[in-house]
């Protein structure tokens, strides 16, 4: 069970991290927890994430919960399921990402809000350890099934202003965004599948668009034909990578930067969250559509809370997580795919020309570097770059006039993550390497 209890998830290897028992023994410390009365439980396609279920449900039934299983279903729709029937609390069984012999759970109290380590999965971590469960309930609760589907097509529909359909490839990637390209209609997209059989082993690749090998085969069928562009979805449907007509990748600020243009024409004058590694073109783009810029720290359950308290309508992030507030503040991939297709609808131009204008700027893209001493790193690029406006909102970011960087430090490896981006290549180039010597001194 070792480590298995992540900062924003639990994880781990099926049979041996977790295994049913733990998932039993899981079930019961969330209903410790949180006492919810109503609990709601999709699960991903792997072959062991039905008996994880089964388990969980388990053990949350013998504390009294009524469990609500929305069976087979991507992790969008279980943050819409939770919001939408008003329960106390949700579990999605996935590993998202991950190679199929892992597995594990993102778990949200009411209204979809996030639980990460330090709001509760450090506590359920620990009353699985002791054991110190609440006593069984004197009657058990029941599972009951609820297909979430219908309503959560419905409400994202509602958002596709696209004339005419759009030529789209989609790799699908055998994962959990075969369900959520449920959302598209024969109105919306002439879709060109790839992968579209669900499979937890991932035979044809890893479903992480993070990683541009991922992209190779939807690019090279992209390049084949005539589309519009591709959309490649991770595993469990909450992130989403995109591609133009020529198969190009696009970057996920980018695309934030769109989406940001869609939704402002929807929600004029509405606060919209960028993450800092952000490049400056976002801020601008936003400000250009008459939007509220405002920069949320790296993390999920750091941009929802954020979202919250200033009622932003959309936030994205550069890993391919889009939140809007009508989906609970949470991830909808579809709706961003939506986002960008209603402006390629109304613009009349290709995406690679929506982008063109955006791209302003270099970006050296996130370098990881790994370190012995995290505090020695910041202390010498604290001496060097003195005169920066700097800010802490997570990790160091300095700024100057015509460049920028930051450095974060991962939360479980002893590694510093990079980004910077300067006005050009050559000057992009220069202050990498600068920094970069800085940082592996």
């Known amino acids: 069970m070792a480590g298995i209890f992540k900062a924003y998830d639990i994880r781990g290897i099926y049979g041996t991290d977790l295994t049913d028992d733990i998932a039993f023994k899981i079930g019961r410390a969330v209903a410790t927890f949180l006492k919810p009365k109503t609990f709601v439980i999709g699960h991903d396609m792997r072959p062991h994430s039905t008996p994880l279920f089964n388990a969980m449900a388990k053990g949350l039934t013998m504390q009294g919960v009524d469990v609500i299983n929305i ?32 597995n594990g759970m993102k778990i949200c109290r009411e209204k979809a809000i996030p639980i990460s380590g330090a709001t509760g999965i450090a506590d359920i971590e620990r009353i699985v350890n002791e054991e110190s469960f609440d006593a069984p309930a004197a009657k058990p609760g029941n599972v009951t099934a609820y297909d979430i589907k219908p309503e959560y097509f419905a409400h994202i529909r509602t958002f596709a202003k696209i004339k005419k359909p759009l030529k789209v490839v989609i790799d699908y990637a055998n994962g959990m965004g075969i369900s959520e390209g ?16 669900l499979d937890g082993t991932f035979p044809n690749h890893e479903a992480n668009p993070l990683d541009l090998h991922t992209l190779h085969d939807i690019s090279a069928k992209l390049k084949e034909g005539k589309y519009d562009f591709g959309i490649a979805f991770d595993g469990d449907a909450d992130r989403a990578g995109f591609l133009d007509e020529n198969g190009e990748v696009v970057t996920m600020d980018m695309i934030t930067a769109l989406v ?3 939704m402002l024409e929807e929600f004029p004058g509405a606060a919209i969250f960028y993450d ?9 783009v936003i400000e250009e559509a008459g939007g509220r810029p405002m920069m949320s720290r790296v993390g999920h359950a750091f941009i929802k809370a954020q979202m919250r308290e200033a009622d932003a309508v959309f936030a994205g992030e550069l890993s391919g997580h889009y939140y809007f507030r009508d989906n609970y503040y949470t ?38 570097s790994k370190v012995a001493d995290v505090q020695s790193v910041f202390k010498r690029l604290d001496a060097k770059y003195g005169d920066a406006r700097k800010f802490q909102l997570d990790g160091n970011s300095y700024e100057y006039a015509d460049w920028w960087f930051n450095v974060r430090s991962s939360n479980t490896e002893p590694l510093v993550r990079l980004n910077l981006e300067a006005k050009t290549k050559a000057q992009m180039e220069q202050r990498r390497d600068e920094v970069l010597a800085l940082i592996r001194k």
């Open 182 to 197: 449920g959302v598209f209609t024969k109105e919306m997209f002439n879709i060109t599948p790839m992968y579209d059989v």
């Open 260 to 262: 940001a243009q869609s």
């Open 331 to 368: 991830e909808s991939s579809s709706l961003a795919a939506i986002c960008v297709a209603n402006l390629i609808s109304k613009t009349g131009k290709t995406l690679s020309e929506l982008i063109k204008p955006i791209k302003r700027y270099f970006a050296a893209g996130e370098i990881n």
């Open 71 to 102: 069976g087979l279903a991507s992790t969008p729709m279980s943050y819409h399921a939770n919001g939408k029937l008003g329960a106390d609390g949700s579990a999605i069984i996935t590993a998202s990402h991950n190679p199929g012999e892992w």
């Open 276 to 284: 800092l590694r952000s490049s400056w073109a976002v801020k601008e």
